[in-house]
Nanobody, 122 residues
């Protein structure tokens, strides 16, 4: 059984900062790519940032220069540092991981966390 659990969401004023964390736990052999997505009601889920196991990152244009994704492979964790937050960043943020529970191909699956609410408002 594998779980992804996010934390760190909340209410913040425009211009403020938050740091999201996501911990992968359970029967884990190896964690490959990890990512953060976000979703607002009535819109599709969008990629915020992704990071490979070796640390290569990709960020959505809308958050470049403000958000930074990072990870700790030893702890099976991924983070999203969010600075200069704007009201349009308000969304539920989801952690995603490409993860294997054993060395065989059939043990590799895509996992999602339950989401954490981020609200940017004065």
């Amino acid at each position: 059984q594998v779980q992804l659990v996010e934390s760190g969401g909340g209410l913040v004023q425009p211009g403020g900062s938050l740091r999201l964390s996501c911990a992968a736990s359970g029967n884990i052999y190896r964690v490959y790519d990890m990512a953060w997505y976000r979703q607002v009601p009535g819109k599709p889920r969008e990629l915020v940032g992704s990071i490979t196991r070796s640390g290569n990152t990709n960020h959505a244009d809308s958050v470049k220069g403000r958000f930074t994704i990072s990870r700790d492979n030893a702890k099976n964790m991924v983070y999203l540092q969010m600075n200069s937050l704007k009201p349009e960043d308000t969304a539920v943020y989801y952690c995603n991981a490409d993860l294997a529970s054993c060395e065989y191909f059939y043990c590799r699956h895509d996992y999602w966390g339950q989401g954490t609410q981020v609200t940017v408002s004065s």
